[in-house]
């Protein structure tokens, strides 16, 4: 019989050794703020190879950084949020702040309590730019399609803020400073309601002024440059066809 995903962490733990937690995209999944992702991650005072686990290795594993649910050692919240700060992207990592709110487990002062006692620490930059973020009302990216967007816009386009809310509807990028709008359009959006849904949003944000784009996934995987070019011209005030 199988071991369930719980069991699996678990034994990935004790496997660590004494003083090791789950952490990282493991604990994320554990505290629901992130779906499964591939093998299970752990964090230990010590270098160990175990099939199937990613272990990352820290000296000294502050007992506040650590809890036991469910029998399992896992790091906090806090300090799961300022980890995953080292592996996801900024708009990744604000989502899963949007999570840990949903969830009533967001406490940004702990998150910076924590952040400041692991100064010099990789990854710092991005979390103070998810916090911002976060702060706007940012949702993050919610889909590997919508982080492809955000991927291919690199440094050649400004960041823009993701799933954030205006005039109501919320909207999978949006630039404040340019009021335009950008949706990621996937097979799902080919459905008439949702055809239907899409037309009366782009039009109540068309007529307060804003700029409104949309991109299939096609286009986003196939035409990146195409897109970061529809964009500049959009930004520039010039017409995107």
Known sequence: MALSREARWLAAVFAAGKGAALSHLAAAEFWRLRGARGSITVVAPRRVRIEGVRVYRCNHLDPRDVTIRNGIPVTT???TIVDLAEVLTVSQLTNVMYEAEHWNLLDLDAVRATAERLLGRHGIAVLEEAIDAHL???????????DEFHALL????PKPIANVK???HEVDAFWPEFRLVVEVDGPGHERPRARRR???RDRDLRDAG????RFTDVEIEQRPGTV????R???NGMPTG
């Open 233 to 235: 011209s959009a930004m």
């Open 210 to 213: 804003y700029v409104v784009l």
């Open 228 to 231: 970061r070019a529809t964009l």
């Open 154 to 157: 690199g440094d050649r386009v």
């Open 136 to 146: 706007k009302g940012s949702a993050g990216t919610k889909s590997d399609k919508e």
């Open 77 to 79: 919240v806090a300090r």
């Open 198 to 200: 899409d037309r009366s």
């Open 166 to 168: 205006v005039l109501g």
